[in-house]
């Protein structure tokens, strides 16, 4: 299935986790896409799982929250690939601990990566894809978002800005129409919620060491035997970026395998 043939991408948080695999599945369905990263470690990993498909993928190194820099990104980017048809803002950190315990400089890197960092990429991306081909924006939101992560006051507050702004977006660019979706992924397994990732600017869970695991007892998906692999978000962001998306926008899709009926 080549959905994204001749099809021009820039994912963010290409070098790790659903951000990687997001990568590999538009690579497979035909793209040329630009994976962009804070880790240049993570994103020759990408390029190293690519394999055949190598050949329609570059790499940029950008950190999502400093505003020369994703200017400098999005312009290496249009450059490699001639224009935008699709951008993916996948790239994310997440801190946790008691908010009382929270400093301010934390709170605000959560934010200042999360939703500032996607505006910024929105912002410098929407000139060039006013003049693609069926443009669309995926983003990510959580489903911390909607429902309660304990110990994750900054991180739910970033996501639920990320839903909101997608709305407004939506809104704003429907009659030049861009597209504007967010995913809302829970009990994926990542290097974001195993603590293994340098890649897609994340960082583990890192619970507080006196964590009421009771406050997690409604955060266990229905479905298989635990959480699922990142290829399970990559396949609903492909789709929403797709022709088969075309007629989705101001919304955001669920993919957490039943965790919060």
């Known amino acids: 299935m080549n959905r994204y043939e001749g099809r021009r ?14 990568v590999l599945r538009m690579l497979a369905e035909g793209a040329r896409v630009v994976a962009a990263d804070v880790s240049e470690a993570g994103l020759k990993d990408t390029t ?22 994703v200017r400098q990104a999005v312009a290496s980017a249009l450059e490699t690939l001639g224009g935008l048809d699709v951008l993916v803002n996948a790239a ?8 009382h315990e929270t400093s301010l400089a934390d709170f605000t890197r959560v934010i200042s990566v999360n939703l500032t960092g996607t505006f910024l990429m929105i912002r410098e991306a929407i000139p060039a894809l006013l003049h693609g081909t069926a443009p669309a ?3 990510f939101s959580s489903t911390s978002a909607m429902f309660a992560h304990p110990y994750m006051a900054a991180y739910a507050a970033s996501k639920g800005g990320i839903q909101s702004m997608t709305h407004a977006l939506a809104a704003e660019y429907s009659k030049q129409g861009i597209r504007f ?10 290097g974001m919620t195993d603590g293994s990732g340098e890649s897609r600017q994340s960082q583990g869970p890192g619970l507080p060491e006196d ?12 479905l298989g035997d635990g959480f699922a692999g990142p290829e399970a978000v990559a396949g ?7 022709r088969d998306g075309e007629f989705i926008t101001g919304t955001e899709i ?3 395998g039943g965790t919060h009926f």
Request: hydrophobic content about 45%; overall charge negative.
């Open 236 to 242: 609903v962001v492909a789709m929403l970026a797709s």
């Open 211 to 222: 964590t009421d695991w009771s406050l997690f007892a409604k955060l266990s998906p229905a």
């Open 181 to 190: 979706t967010a995913v809302q992924p829970g009990s994926i397994s990542s």
């Open 9 to 22: 991408a820039l994912i963010t948080g290409g070098g790790s986790g659903i951000g990687q695999a997001t």
């Open 48 to 69: 190293a799982r690519a394999g055949a498909d190598a050949e329609r993928l570059s790499t940029v190194v950008v950190d999502i929250a400093d505003e020369t820099s």
């Open 254 to 256: 669920r993919v957490d």
């Open 92 to 99: 994310g950190i997440l801190r946790s601990s008691h908010t």
């Open 137 to 139: 924006v995926v983003n």
